[in-house]
Nanobody, 126 residues
C-alpha cells in the first residue's frame, strides 16, 4: 500500500524559511513523478514544484521560482520542498503527491496524481 506523509509545516514570519518533507513507502521512487501542491480554502490545488524521477529535472510555478527548491533522497525514500523568502501569499495547505512516470515531463495537474499525503499547513504572517 502506497503511503505519503508530509511534515515540516508551521508558522513563520515573512522572509522566513521552512523545509517540508515527504516520506513515501510502498512504491519505487525511481518510477514516479513527485510534486508539491498547495491549496487555500475555496480554491483548487495549485502545483508548486514537480520533479522527474530521472535527470534531476525540476519545474516550478512562476510564483515560487527562485525561492522554492524541490529535491529528493531516493536512499531514504524522501523528497523535500525548501521554501525561502516566504510571503503571506504562500500561506496554504501543502501536499506532496506522486504518480507513475510514463516519460516526458511530469504533469502539473492534480487530477493526474495518484498518491497524496494528508497535507501540512504553512502560515506566513507577521
Amino acid at each position: 500500500q502506497v503511503q505519503l506523509v508530509e511534515s515540516g509545516g508551521g508558522s513563520v514570519q515573512p522572509g522566513g524559511s521552512l523545509r517540508l518533507s515527504c516520506s513515501g513507502s510502498g512504491y519505487r521512487y525511481s518510477s514516479n513523478c513527485m510534486a508539491w501542491f498547495r491549496q487555500v480554502p475555496g480554491k483548487g490545488r495549485e502545483v508548486v514544484a514537480r520533479m522527474l524521477p530521472v535527470g534531476d529535472i525540476q519545474y516550478y510555478a512562476d510564483s515560487v521560482k527562485g525561492r522554492f527548491t524541490i529535491s529528493q533522497d531516493n536512499a531514504k525514500n524522501m523528497w523535500y520542498l525548501q521554501m525561502n523568502s516566504l510571503q503571506p501569499e504562500d500561506t496554504a495547505m501543502y501536499y506532496c503527491a506522486a504518480h507513475r512516470w510514463s516519460g516526458g515531463t511530469c504533469t502539473p495537474f492534480a487530477n493526474d496524481y495518484t498518491y497524496w499525503g494528508q497535507g501540512t499547513q504553512v502560515t506566513v504572517s507577521s
